[in-house]
């Protein structure tokens, strides 16, 4: 079957390799859709732990076409999304129901094969059968979709609080979208032209490109500020947008051993509580939910669809202004 594998820093393939085969507890995917994101980026410049050779992608849905011995909780034919992250059940975190803490978490598509190729196996317990009505292109959204959801619960977003959304690539207008359905007044700060107008066209109020601009709306700051940008810098500047007593919830990755200068004077005379939202710990099946109601808008966000040859390319090159959400689909 053809996959696209992550070699070594800098360099993918994508080829042939043998077909998969789901072991006992693992279902075999058919993949469908499959999201590339700024981890897999991450991964091909050495900056996000990874062990290649792989096959990325760890945001899909597919059809199950077998079952591995012992899978009774699916059917050959099950639509389904991939929660990408295994973890163990038996390390400290786990054994506190802190899942995406686990000291042993394993990633599909970041350390065992996963969605970027014709076929995927996997365990059973990590393939979310879709809910009726929810098609397999809208539930690629699901597990980006999830890691906001897992976000939106850290910053605990109460009906009327303003929120500065950083960053307008796919996690930062899932969160401007999930921000209003909690009930905020929506920013969305962007340097790009064309995110902003796709912030607005999904629910964001306000749209500005610097954090001076922000200010002159809100003189105050904001309730929460979320970054979701992934960039030191906008990290540094999140928590002077907060408003006093405000939340900042850092969403984007950046990459491992970046540092940022943060103030702590600030943040403690101002009580600025400084949050951080990994991956999505139990809301892959609310993602889902979500999706398939209707709330959640993905159409707007989707600005290429690719086949896997042209992974490469788009993964060598930092995305484009315009650029949101690419899916592989051929
Ligand atoms: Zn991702
Ligand atoms: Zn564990």
């Known amino acids: 079957m053809q996959a696209a594998r992550f070699i070594e820093v800098g360099r993918m ?30 991964i091909l410049k050495g900056e996000f732990p990874s062990r290649p050779p792989v096959v990325l992608g760890h945001e899909f849905s597919g059809t199950v076409v077998a079952l591995g011995e012992g899978v009774t909780t699916h059917k050959v034919g099950d639509l389904v999304a991939c929660d990408p992250n295994i973890a163990c059940g038996a390390c400290p ?8 803490l686990c000291e042993n978490l394993v990633a599909v598509g970041v350390h065992r094969d996963g969605g970027f190729a014709e076929l995927s196996a996997f365990p059973a317990h990590r393939a979310i059968v879709l809910p009726p009505g929810l098609g ?64 607005e066209s999904v629910g964001a109020q306000i ?31 999140a928590p002077r947008l907060a408003a006093r007593g405000g939340r900042v919830v850092v969403v984007g990755v950046l990459a491992k051993g ?14 600025v509580d400084l949050r951080m939202a990994f991956v999505n710990p139990f809301t892959q099946s609310r993602a889902l939910h979500l999706l398939a109601s209707g709330a959640i808008r993905t159409a707007p966000l989707v600005t290429r669809e690719i086949g896997r040859e042209e992974l490469p390319a788009i993964l060598a090159a930092k995305p484009g202004p315009t650029e949101v959400k690419v899916l592989v689909t051929g």
């Open 136 to 199: 397999l292109r809208d539930a690629a959204f699901s597990e980006p979709l999830a890691c906001c959801i897992h976000a939106l619960d850290i910053a605990a977003i109460r009906p009327g609080e303003r929120a500065i959304i950083i960053g307008g690539g796919v996690i930062g207008l899932l969160c401007v979208q999930l921000a209003r359905l909690a009930g905020a007044e929506v920013m969305l700060l962007t340097r790009s032209a064309d995110r902003r107008r796709i912030g």
């Open 13 to 42: 393939d994508v080829g042939g390799i043998p077909e998969p085969r789901p072991v006992r507890g693992e279902v075999l995917v058919q993949v469908a859709a499959a999201g590339v994101c700024g981890t897999d980026r991450h």
């Open 207 to 237: 749209t500005v490109t610097t954090p001076e601009e922000a200010r002159t709306h809100w003189p105050r700051g904001a309730d929460v500020v979320m970054e979701c940008a992934g960039v030191g810098e906008t990290v540094a500047e």
């Open 93 to 100: 975190s786990c054994l506190l129901g802190r899942i995406n």
């Open 258 to 271: 970046e540092t940022v200068a943060i103030e702590p004077f600030d943040l403690l005379v101002r009580e």
